[in-house]
């Protein structure tokens, strides 16, 4: 470990012009000179050019600014020779001419007096330029002499960017020790004079380690905004700021000693138990309930929160304040599983509670979120269900419900997703108006170094690329903590935009309580076995102060150790882990009372033909007035229109009367992902542009009726992990809404990888989360090459829970409990009636599942893709398998081959078939929901033609697509009487061929094999 370097040679001066530019009409500043005190307004404003002055170069142009005011405001106050100057050049004299120098002026009889009793002026400009560039230095870099580790040992290291503060450095600026006594005048960019105007060299220095170099660092002078950076300089240089009255520093105790004296109760109960335990960042606590108290008092409602493990169960019971036994039943071996799903371990699980803030008496909403082992994984799940509840109360500025971030010092800096959240902050449609992130810096990840862990000095540069301050403190000071929280809670309040807060504290155990740290930092944890609790400082200090006494202090803990005791042996009554205590997202209203589905039956998803052609309308037609479109736009809405007259839809316009329909009922719609306004085939255009004004827009959908809900269609960052997790956070919110997020291209997802395994496909099971979000997966083999073809349905397939050996018991209500059972819902629709009843499916059942859907490309143009109007009136429903309705449904004992498919493939082979003359021999199912199975539907099929063999057809290669799912469960409705054999391309490593020709010569190879009747004969 490197020691931080404290006040050595070291500062690069920003030079005096860099300075002078972040001075700004500010306040007004008061002047000490010969003639009095004046206060003045600086406004820059010359009507004179300087440039030919040696003094009147940028370098002093904030100085002459000044002067010239003073001047303005009372000629007498400023020496004769800048009277002389200021009013020839007001005149109209050049620069050069304006100026006569204090030895020309004393020819003049009555000036000679004055001219002794002058200082060199270009001396003092000098000097308050360097006064002023020894403040920005502080401002600047301060922060790299704070003392911020409470170990001593910091592994922040600064040796190649030296800093030059302190009285030993003066030099450095063309000052001498002999100035150190002398009174500067303040530049109008600190604050640390509070009502003075003027400050001797030795106490501006003073005044500013306090301010930069103690127990807090602040890094803020890289935003580009001078409200901003002003703002902050107030807070934290103006003298006496850290004033606290007796009652908060009871009150910043009392949250000390539950915070230490929970994780030491679980320390003692259950000393051989994982936990995470807080010890060592134990301000935490006290940091959190000042943010949310802070909030509450500017008029927050509802708090979401996130964190990783480190800690959870703290800020469960003492910020959330779950009820203590719920939390120590979860540590007893002999409570039964779960009432509901798989569960989770207790430092993953979530909650959600609504209670009176004690410290401002409102109502507040408190939420953590739960996640998975995955460091930051939740960061954009909390932001997503921020901003709906942000939306859902009309919230638009973020005043009433706002996010807290917790992370660890390795994962801020090292997971990707922080930089992905970052990039949402600021974004119209995912802005969450500023979200506070705090930082447990514990200046370790589980055995690794922070030296091996990031390239930056500290864990949370990240931050600065979206000009958030950051504010460094000592964990070990709990008092500079409590001020930095309350700051940040202001930032957030004023300005609506992120703030990072990074508790430097130290890890007391090991990664676990379990786990040995001494093999791996042995120098860090001897000086920590050394180091005093942070309770125990504190406490002795306000001790002494005569703040408590120590029987107050000892009551105090006794107090919160009776609780525990108390709560524990309550615990011992729980016989059963009850997840729905957990639940951080409830929606009231939409189960029973006892949490479930209200029945188990779906209603029609189909719409009136009224319904369908109104909706057709809006889609074909731009409800603006004198707003032009593109040309070739015209051309789509004309054939939009063509469609709705022959009562007839292709894939845009049946996803548009889904849409639209469920609008009209009045269920909102967020459609969000890469270029999804457009599409990114140009097929759906729910964006129109006007082509004459810039940024004129229109979206149709918005316009259907009076009472409809509101459309949401966003282009999203070019993120996928981020996008996909801000819309499942966004999903949560509410069952009646329709949240879909659509990839550019199938294999997109796996860059999204840890939101589908973590939270999207176990989610219910871990979390009793129910969620209904939708995936658009555009997929096919359409030879354009390994990537953009594949939407890997394998891997949804495989995760799928339904039992591929056992053929489920057939009931009325078989469909929709199957549904009710499975984990997630996966169709490949091969027509846009059938895309229609599952989107409007997904919220008119009466609960919530995920939903993949496999979407075409080559399909959304494909002349024999339509359906008609008569597929989507009422009384129809969505079709988890099409059945053969062709020649050979008329005759069925005479068909040779039936063939189940799923998607585009289906066209493919009825133009095959059609060209063979197979018709009335082979038989096509399309299997359209893949997951849950249809053994129903397949077990119908394969009866009904029962002289035919059963091949499964696809284009993917044999290894991937959705063989290896089918095939058991097809095997498993006809009792295993009949193989199920296989036609599509070969196993291989890439989802498919780069070469044009050789997928052309894959696809006749498969529907050879598809139609020839004796292609397995010699595999029987």
């Known amino acids: 470990m490197h020691r931080l370097r404290t006040c050595a040679a070291r500062l690069r001066p920003l030079t005096a012009s860099q300075a002078a530019q972040t001075v700004g009409p500010q306040r007004p500043i008061t002047i000490t000179s010969t003639g009095g005190t004046r206060t003045f307004q600086p406004i820059r404003c010359y009507t004179a050019p300087v440039a030919s002055e040696p003094f009147l170069n940028g370098t002093s ?30 005149a109209g004299a050049p620069p050069g001419a304006a100026y006569q120098s204090p030895l020309a002026l004393s020819a003049v009889p009555q000036l000679s007096s004055l001219v002794a009793a002058q200082p060199n002026v270009e001396k003092l400009v000098e000097d308050h330029l360097a006064v002023q560039s020894l403040i920005r230095a502080y401002q600047v870099m301060g922060h790299h002499n704070a003392q911020l580790d409470p170990l001593g040992i910091s592994c922040v290291n600064f040796d190649d960017a030296p800093v030059n503060t302190g009285f030993q450095d003066v030099g450095f600026y063309g000052l001498d020790e002999s100035d150190l006594d002398k009174v500067f005048r303040l530049p109008t960019t600190t604050f640390i004079g509070g009502s003075e105007s003027a400050l001797p060299l030795k106490e501006i220095i003073r005044r500013l380690e306090m301010a930069y170099c103690q127990h807090i660092g602040v890094e803020f002078m890289f935003i580009n905004d001078l409200e901003q950076c002003q703002w902050i300089r107030q807070k934290f240089e103006t003298p006496g700021v850290m004033q606290f009255t007796l009652e908060e520093k009871r009150t910043l105790l009392a949250r000390m000693v539950r915070s230490t004296r929970f ?28 943010i949310i108290d802070k909030s509450s008092e500017n008029g927050v409602e509802n708090v979401i929160m996130g964190m990783p493990h480190r800690g959870r169960l703290n800020v469960l019971a003492n910020v959330i304040r779950k009820e203590l036994e719920q939390i120590f039943c979860q540590f007893d071996s002999k409570l039964e599983a779960a009432d509901e799903g798989s569960g989770d371990v207790k430092y993953h699980l979530g909650m959600y509670h609504r209670r009176i803030n004690r410290v ?17 994984a939740v960061d954009p799940v909390v932001q997503g269900k921020t901003k709906a509840e942000q939306f859902y109360c009309g919230d638009n500025d973020g005043n009433r419900v706002m996010s807290i971030l917790l992370h660890g010092d390795a994962a801020f800096a090292g997971q990707g997703i922080v930089y992905e959240t970052f990039h949402l902050s600021d974004l119209p449609s995912y802005t969450t108006h500023g979200t506070i992130h705090v930082v447990a810096n514990n200046q370790i990840g589980f055995t690794t170094d922070p030296r091996m862990a990031r390239s930056s000095p500290y ?34 309040a004023t300005f609506h935009k992120d703030v990072v807060v990074d508790l430097v504290c130290y890890r007391r155990m090991g990664h676990n309580e379990m786990d040995e740290p001494m093999f791996t930092q042995p120098l860090m944890y001897k000086q920590i076995k050394k180091q005093k609790p942070v309770l125990q400082k504190y406490a002795e200090k306000l001790i002494a102060e005569g703040a408590v006494s120590r029987q107050e202090y000892e009551e105090e803990i006794a107090k919160y150790d009776k609780i525990c005791e108390e709560a524990y042996n309550r615990s011992k009554d729980e016989k059963i882990l009850h997840i729905k205590h957990w639940l951080d997202s409830p929606w009231p209203g939409f189960f029973t009372l006892d949490g479930q589905p209200k029945s188990m039956s779906c209603p029609s998803t189909g719409l009136t033909e009224e319904n369908l052609n109104h909706i057709g309308v809006v889609a074909s037609s731009v409800p603006v007035e004198d707003f032009t479109i593109h040309g070739g736009l015209s051309r789509i809405l004309k054939s939009r229109a063509e469609m709705v007259r022959n009562r007839t839809v292709d894939w845009a316009l049946g996803e548009y009367m889904a849409f639209g329909s469920l609008l009209k009922e009045g269920i909102h719609i967020r459609l969000s992902g890469q270029d999804v306004e457009r599409g990114t085939f140009s097929h759906r255009h729910h964006v129109l542009h006007d082509q004459n004004v810039d940024k004129r827009t229109c979206i149709p959908m918005n316009h259907l009726s009076p009472d409809q809900a509101p459309y949401t269609v966003c282009n999203s960052s070019l993120s996928e992990y981020g996008v996909l997790g801000f819309e499942l956070g966004f999903a949560m919110a509410s069952p009646n809404a329709l949240i879909l997020w659509e990839a550019q291209f199938g294999d997109f997802h796996n860059t999204a990888q840890c939101i589908i395994d973590q939270f999207i496909c176990p989610g219910q099971a871990k979390w009793v989360r129910q969620n209904g979000i939708v995936l658009l997966l555009p997929h096919g083999m359409e030879g354009m090459g390994p990537e953009h073809s594949s939407a890997r349905p394998e891997r949804f397939l495989q995760m799928c829970n339904d039992d591929p050996d056992v053929m489920p018991p057939l009931s009325e209500d078989f469909a929709v409990r199957q549904l009710y059972d499975c984990n997630w819902i996966v169709v ?33 143009r494909h002349p024999e893709a339509r359906s008609s109007f008569d597929e989507m009136l009422p009384g129809t429903h969505f079709q988890r398998l099409i059945p053969e309705e062709g020649m050979a449904a008329e005759r069925p004992e005479e068909v040779k081959r039936l063939i189940f498919c799923t998607g585009k493939v289906y066209y493919e082979l009825t133009k095959e078939r059609k060209t063979r003359g197979m018709d009335g021999t082979v038989a096509i199912a399309r299997i359209e929901q893949l997951s849950p199975f249809p053994f129903d539907q397949v077990k119908a099929e394969s009866d009904r033609f029962a002289n035919a063999d059963l091949v499964w057809c696809q284009e993917e290669h044999k290894n991937q697509g959705y063989y290896d799912y089918v095939k058991p469960r097809i095997r498993t409705t006809t009792q295993r009487a009949k193989p199920v054999w296989y036609a599509g391309r070969d196993p291989a490593a890439a989802p498919a061929t780069g070469n044009k020709k050789a997928h052309l010569v894959e696809l006749r190879r498969f529907l050879d094999t598809a139609f020839n009747l004796d292609a397995f004969k010699d595999q029987q």
């Open 61 to 90: 142009s904030n100085y002459v600014e000044e002067m010239y005011f003073a001047w303005l405001e009372n000629p007498k106050s400023v020496h004769k020779s800048w009277d002389v100057f200021f009013r020839n050049a007001n």
């Open 459 to 492: 864990p949370t540069d990240v931050a600065r690329v979206v000009n958030a301050p950051i504010f460094h403190v000592n964990a070990d000071d709990p008092e500079a903590v409590i001020y930095v929280c309350k700051v940040a809670a202001e930032w957030r």
């Open 360 to 376: 401002t008496d409102r109502n507040i909403t408190l939420s953590l979120m739960a996640n998975p082992s995955h460091l930051e």
């Open 263 to 290: 994780e030491e109760f679980l320390q003692k109960k259950w000393s051989a138990e994982k936990r995470f335990g807080l010890e060592g960042c134990e301000s935490l606590i006290p940091a959190l309930k000042t």
């Open 828 to 860: 490949n629709c091969s027509n846009p009636g059938n895309y229609f009843h599952v989107l409007r499916r997904q919220i008119l059942l009466p609960y919530r599942k995920p939903l993949i859907v496999f979407t075409p490309k080559s399909l959304l």
